[in-house]
């Protein structure tokens, strides 16, 4: 048994653990002993030295050891019993609301006890309500601990009590058979990055020693803690690299074209393409000769063109005779991709269709028939696009929008819709949410980058103010002056609720109490319990210039193009994320006219709440932005909850350990290159059948 790898030593042979006991640990994810190595301490309590009882203060957590002078069981409102005990220097009472007969008599006068819990005031004095104890011995030495005591993640059924010593059997084992938990990462690289080894990691984050900093611990910054984040870490960029490395194995269409198509249509147009538009274009050109499937990720702030270089991929695509499939996250941005691209690509003589899951029964059955021949050069849609039934003639290129509204499994289930005759379409990811480089290497590592850096010459900016509600009645006269001036404003309504019916409620709310305040502008609602084809009659009358006031939820921020609208208020800002405040911020300063976003709040702020408005209101850089918010909210906000779930990180913070990403890189590199045999079982290590998210 003990020779054997530790993750192949199922729990139940360990001492104390049934199939019960087993059944309970596998809850908390503890199948193996491995696993119980892996599961790390949240905290730790210092129980190295006794206290004595004179010294103790209100909100102490310490050891104390004393002598039982009265046990008694009062009955009040309801039934506990009371120890009193003496050590010479005071008096403490342990109070029990949970206990039986056996320990009413084991608590007898006499008894000499050690215990352990948080000291609070008590009506006749300090006390401890259930303390962990145990009864000692009058002429025996008790030693105290000598490490740290862990505190672990825990679940019904399974206490502190089950955890510490199972871990300690599973530390027993690793320490009497080091080889069973294998040393994946070179010992040059360990000691160039001066981390300990991962044995020697684990049994100082279990049981620290007492003079190690508590303070670096419960940061989490710990040498032995940052040795784990770093393998956790790595595992997950190498996973996603082995992602890249099956999915490239496999071939893809060699789609030459000459670019006629592309200049057809930039010839129609009344502005020319920035650099950086250029240079992304050239690079996504370069990929699809390639008879390799593409997969790169094009990041762009907010108006800096990324839909005109999609255009341009897909017609790259349509001249070298293959489909292409476009998927939006929302019924409402696919209805203006389609907009656009209908306007762009029908003096080409090129048919665009849409698929989405409001569909009639016959409109669909046409659409998919017209797919399926390949009379549909370039289909846009939602995930409908991926449901059975739908079969591309010959799908070259998938392009998806907004990547971090969906899961890897989604992506490449479109993908597998164009296998045909052994290739695979090539894919283009768009995404208007800047993602720091370091957060990519974790995140995307499967995925080739392109940012567009520049946005379109002539916009103005967007000039941005945090407002406290105290002012709205300003801002409403703001808004009027606007108006009347021939812009067009929107007013968003956000909720803290995650109840729709109630943000919607409350845009309702605010749209009539707009209304009876401006009689003169023509104001409208749109919110997401409205039908869609509602909700985009709405829209469309707002782009045409028929409302001047458009009052909504955040169902705007992913929506239409409309230049003409140059202010934006967003009411109880302080309740959204940087990422999507900076994404309905973005909704204006599309025209040549100077722009304003107004950030209402109400007082009082939290730390964070402030911190955010004013990252917002002090740049425009979307990509400063996603670094603020990754310090501020994690990468849960950075990359949508969809996508950061993926990661399910157990030991490491994206945040806090950004500053190992870029080590993470080159040890990628030099395992991959090296030492290739190490790779699968580092990364089973730390993924199990996670691992296999990437096979669909």
């Known amino acids: ?60 957590q310490a050891v104390i050891e004393g002598v039982i002078e009265l046990t008694q069981i009062q009955y009040a409102k309801r039934r506990m019993l009371l120890s009193r005990v003496s050590d010479g220097s005071g008096l403490l009472t342990l109070r029990f609301f949970h206990f039986n007969a056996a320990q009413h008599a ?47 993640p825990a679940t019904e059924g399974v206490h502190q009590q089950t955890l510490r010593p199972l871990t300690q059997q599973a530390l027993r084992l690793l320490q009497n058979y080091p080889e069973s938990l294998h040393e994946w990462l070179p010992e040059t690289l360990l000691h160039e990055l001066q981390l300990p080894k991962l044995a020697d990691a684990l049994l100082c984050v279990h049981y620290p020693p007492p003079d190690v900093s508590t303070i670096l611990l419960e940061k989490g910054e710990h040498p032995a803690q940052r040795r784990l984040a770093f393998e956790e870490l790595l595992a997950h960029h ?7 490395g099956r999915v490239q194995r496999h071939p893809a269409p060699v789609l030459d074209a000459s670019g006629k198509l592309m200049a057809a249509l930039l010839s129609h147009l009344p502005f020319h393409l920035t650099p950086a538009q250029q240079r992304v274009i050239g690079e996504i050109r370069h990929d699809l000769a390639r008879a390799v499937p593409m997969l790169r990720l094009v990041q762009g702030d907010v108006g800096c063109g990324k839909t005109l270089v999609a255009a341009c991929a897909a017609l790259h695509a ?6 292409v499939a476009l998927m939006a996250p929302t019924e409402l941005l696919a209805e203006q991709h389609l907009q656009n691209f209908t306007r762009w ?35 846009i849609g939602t995930h409908a ?49 800047p993602i720091p480089r370091t957060l990519a290497m974790v995140a995307y590592a499967d995925l080739d980058s392109s940012v567009i850096d520049q946005l379109p010459p002539g916009r103005m900016g967007i000039e941005t103010s945090v407002i406290s509600d105290t002012r709205r009645a300003q801002v ?36 009539a109490q707009l209304a009876a305040a401006l009689p003169d502008l023509r104001i409208a609602l749109v919110h997401g319990r409205m039908k869609a084809r509602e909700k985009d009659e709405i829209m469309r009358r707002f ?49 040549t006219a100077q722009s304003h976003c107004a950030l209402i709040y109400h007082a009082p702020l939290s730390r964070y709440a402030t911190a955010r408005l004013a990252a917002l209101r002090d740049t425009r850089d979307g990509f400063e932005i996603a670094r603020k918010d990754l310090e501020l909210r994690g990468p849960g906000e950075v990359l949508g909850t969809r996508q950061a779930g993926m990661l399910q990180l157990h030991i490491a913070d994206l945040a806090r350990d950004q500053h190992l990403l870029p080590q993470i890189e080159h040890t990628a590199e030099l395992l991959l290159n090296s030492y290739p045999a190490h790779v699968p079982p580092l990364i089973r290590r730390w993924l199990g059948e996670g691992a296999q998210y990437g096979e669909v």
């Not at 665009?352 to 046409?366: E, I």
């Open 476 to 511: 409403v006269e703001r808004v009027h002056q606007a108006c009347r001036a021939g812009r067009q404003a929107y007013w968003v309504c956000t909720l803290i609720e995650e109840s729709e019916m109630l943000q919607c409620q409350a845009a309702q709310d605010t749209a």
């Open 106 to 152: 084991a608590l007898a006068r006499g008894a000499r006890m050690r215990c352990f819990g948080e000291v609070r005031a008590g009506k006749s004095g300090l006390e401890m309500i259930h303390p962990e104890y145990r009864l000692i011995n009058h002429d025996a030495i008790s030693p105290v601990e000598e490490r740290l005591t862990p505190i672990y």
């Open 385 to 433: 696009l991926f449901q059975e039934g739908v079969l591309f003639h010959k799908l070259g290129l998938v392009i998806i929008d907004e990547q971090h509204r969906f899961g890897v499994h989604q992506r490449l289930a479109l993908r597998s819709k164009g296998f045909n005759n052994g290739r695979y379409p090539h894919q283009l990811i768009m995404t208007a949410t």
């Open 238 to 244: 190498l996973s996603l690299r082995e992602l890249r």
């Open 1 to 60: 048994m003990a020779h054997a790898a530790l993750d192949h030593i199922p729990v139940t042979r360990l001492k104390g653990v049934g199939p019960r006991a087993a059944s309970r640990l596998a809850r908390l994810g503890l199948r193996t002993v491995q696993d119980l190595l892996f599961h790390l301490p949240l905290r730790y309590q210092d129980r190295t030295r006794i206290t004595p009882i004179g010294a103790l203060r209100p909100g102490d």
């Open 345 to 379: 690509l029908a003096p080409l003589d090129i048919k665009v269709a849409t698929l989405t899951g409001r569909l009639k029964k016959g409109a669909r059955a046409d659409i998919t028939a017209r797919i399926q021949s390949g009379e549909a050069a370039l289909v």
């Open 543 to 591: 782009k045409q210039g028929e409302i001047d006031l458009l009052v909504a939820t955040t169902v705007i921020e992913v929506g239409v193009d409309v230049p003409n609208a140059s202010l934006m208020i967003i009411e109880n800002a302080e309740r959204l994320g940087l990422a999507q405040l900076h994404q309905l911020r973005g909704r204006v300063g599309r025209g």
């Open 318 to 323: 349509i001249e070298a005779g293959w489909q």
